[in-house]
């Protein structure tokens, strides 16, 4: 399971997406989230889904990669499609005491799994096609605004990146740690949920000290190059738009106007 998680991950590529500004990406991402929400049957929600797959298509990556950043929501979808499964109303299909499932519980389940499928993968699409580098610089940027409000802008966008950036350490870390002690001797798959949550002790505890001499070490690597913060710092790759960031901003525009046209002349069943 630690292997399957692959948030914080970039995968080198040269597809269109990689070449595209991470600014660009971060706004998109957070305009198709909001279409996600705005598609209210199941004609727009197709064509959220057809868009995702395309993206997905143009980022160059295996499905697989995808396919792994899934697995490890997949208790959380299933919960969430059950529970919304007999919230439904109209004629029970099947019904036990109170519980009920009808035609519009189904289609609600079926709605809410495809939203939080679309979520992840367009999520996941974002750190495999940009440099942590790039997800920083971008990040500064579209927060630069509030810089007017005195916040610290840089630091807010450093911290981000660099948490993001440590996960897939810590997760190797964490498979290294729990490979060692399976080595020794311990058991950490059999028995009672308590005795499991037990044995995950001796893992925690070099995690924790492993985590911490990581962020000393690399608070003295900052601070031994003189890193003072985002004043009067220069940037090494300066971002630009160029002419696929604009068409990929007006293919963005279209997929919008198709959901409103879709969510007016389509009803919808919420």
């Known amino acids: 399971m630690i292997r399957d998680i692959t948030l914080g991950q970039f995968v ?17 991402l957070i305009a198709f989230i909001v279409f996600v929400f705005c598609a209210f049957n199941f004609a727009s929600l197709g064509l959220i889904v057809i868009s995702v797959a395309a993206i997905i298509l143009m980022s160059g990556i295996s499905p697989l990669m995808y396919f792994r950043s899934l697995k490890v929501i997949i208790a959380v979808v299933v919960f969430t499609s059950v529970l919304n499964l007999f919230y439904g109303t109209g004629e029970p299909l099947v019904q036990w005491g109170f519980l009920k499932i009808t035609m519009d519980g189904i289609s609600r389940a079926v709605f809410v799994t495809v939203r939080i499928i679309c979520l992840v993968l367009l999520s996941s699409c974002l750190t495999f096609t940009t440099r942590p580098t790039d997800l920083t610089d971008a990040l500064e940027r579209l927060m630069k605004p509030l810089k007017l409000f005195h916040i610290k802008v840089h630091e807010i966008a450093m ?4 948490a993001l950036r440590f996960v897939p350490t810590l997760l190797e870390e964490t498979d290294k740690i729990m490979a060692a002690q ?14 499991k949550i037990k044995a995950l002790v001796p893992v925690l505890i070099p995690l924790f000290v492993s985590a911490f001499r990581r962020a000393y070490e690399l608070a ?12 009067g710092r220069t940037r090494m790759k300066v971002l630009r738009m160029r002419a696929l960031d604009y068409i990929a901003l007006l293919l963005s525009a279209l997929i919008l106007a198709g959901i409103i046209l879709l969510n007016i002349f389509v009803p919808a069943f919420i």
């Open 182 to 195: 399976k080595a020794r001797g311990a058991d950490m798959e059999s028995g009672g949920l308590l005795k």
């Open 159 to 162: 911290m981000m990146t660099i």
């Open 12 to 28: 080198p590529s040269k597809s269109i997406l990689h070449r595209m500004d991470a600014r660009v990406k971060i706004v998109l």
């Open 220 to 231: 003295m690597a900052m601070e031994c190059r003189c890193y003072r913060g985002g004043d």
